[in-house]
């Protein structure tokens, strides 16, 4: 990916004393490479997107119906990261890898993407937060 692609998460600076705080956002969609290895031997090169705003509003309410009735625990975690990752991962002509694909893939493969995809998404508060997931 180019540095174009590249920036700071909204990250308020400490300001000198006496000064306002600052929040330093972008209009640029946030993308991160991804190099798949296949059972073959060939890599692929894909591209992990962040979603617009409305598209990661409609994914978190899809996967709200999956709570425990008036809790925040998930009692059903059947193809949530493939779910998610499907959303977000496109291929070297800019088509999004259907979730069907996704499924197949082992779980290892799916929680590295999908980690990825909670950073990008902002679906954790840090990265340290995805990693630790």
Not at 26 to 48: D, I, M, P
Not at 80 to 98: G, M, S, V
Request: hydrophobic content about 30%; proline content about 5%; glycine content about 4%.
């Amino acid at each position: 990916m180019s540095d174009e692609n590249e920036t700071e998460d909204a990250t308020p600076e400490a300001p000198p004393a006496n000064e306002p705080l600052v929040v330093r956002v972008s209009e640029v969609r946030k993308e991160v490479g991804v190099e798949f290895a296949t059972k073959s031997g060939t890599v692929r090169h894909y591209t992990l997107k962040e979603m617009p705003a409305t598209k990661r509003d409609q994914w978190l309410k899809r996967h709200s119906r999956r709570m425990k009735p008036g809790t925040t625990i998930i009692q059903d975690f059947d193809g949530i990261e493939a779910d998610l990752i499907a959303e977000c991962l496109y291929d070297e002509n800019d088509q999004r890898i259907p979730l069907a694909v996704v499924k197949t893939y082992y779980s290892s493969t799916q929680r590295q993407l999908a980690k990825a995809c909670n950073v990008l998404n902002m679906l954790s508060d840090t990265e340290d937060d995805a990693k630790n997931g």
